[in-house]
Structure formats: C-alpha cells, structure tokens
C-alpha cells in the first residue's frame, strides 16, 4: 500500500459514523476513561505504560458488548481476544486478565448508551419548558403600540 493510499484510507474512516457496540459501548469514551484512570487501579504497575494496558481495556469493554451476561462466563473467548490483539502489550495474561475485568465491569455499569441520549434529549427539552414557563410573559414592542 502507498503511503497515499493508506491517507485515503484514513481520511475515509474519519467520516465514518461514531462506533457504537450494540448500542451498549462507545470505545471512543471508554478509552478516554481509562486513559485517565488506568494508573488508579489496584493491579497497575509503573513500568507499564497505558499502552500496555489498552489493548486489554478493549477487549473487556468490547466483550462486554458482545458477550454481555457474566464475566466468567465469557473469559475464555475473551483470553482468546487477547491473545489475538495484545499487539506489543508486555502484560502477560494474568495482568491482562485484571484490566479486561476491570473494563468489563465499568461498560457493564454504564447505562446502554441509546438510553443515556435519549434522557439527555428529554431533559433538555424538559429544561428548555421550565426555563419558558418560569420567563414572564412579555409582549412584543410592536404589540404594546
């Protein structure tokens, strides 16, 4: 692939719609979570750099979207991820396995993502009537004439 190619290729993805799994997981706002709160965890280790740790963060909060139901239930598949995306990650599968539950029980807590925009939707227009409805009525100038 030439190096113009591969530009056209990301320059396509860039307009591609918000990824969403199911409805129940956007990835852009999961990997801003633990960009930020990776380090807080009881399993981080310092010679260990978050990218060490995202690829294990996807496959949890991806599983968890795919899979859904217990996380027991589905760590086979999800070791199996792991091993198949870990990339450079130097974390060996037990640390891994730590991040990936981690992520999978913080996409399991967070209200499927359809839900939160539509009480985001309604509480706007909910405020926008209280805001109208606490305004005094006032006539327009040309009205008062």
């Given at each position: 692939m030439t190096?113009?190619?591969?530009?056209?290729?990301?320059?396509?993805?860039?307009?591609?719609?918000?990824?969403r799994i199911d409805g129940r997981v956007d990835p852009q706002r999961e990997d801003a979570y633990w960009q930020r709160a990776y380090w807080a965890e009881p399993y981080y280790r310092a010679d260990f750099a978050y990218d060490d740790y995202a690829p294990a963060y996807c496959v949890g909060y991806?599983?968890?979207?795919?899979?859904?139901g217990c996380?027991?239930?589905?760590?086979?598949s999800l070791c199996a991820n792991w091993l198949?995306?870990?990339g450079d990650s130097r974390l060996t599968l037990d640390?891994?396995?730590?991040?990936?539950?981690a992520a999978w029980e913080h996409a399991a807590r967070r209200p499927v993502v359809e839900e939160v925009e539509e009480v985001e939707d309604e509480l706007l227009v909910e405020d926008a009537l209280v805001a109208a409805s606490a305004a005094p009525a006032r006539q327009p100038a040309y009205a008062a004439a």
């Open positions: 190096r113009s190619m591969i530009h056209d290729e990301w320059a396509e993805q860039a307009d591609e719609p918000e990824v991806i599983g968890c979207a795919q899979y859904g996380f027991e239930d589905a760590e086979k198949r995306i870990k640390e891994a396995l730590q991040a990936i539950r």
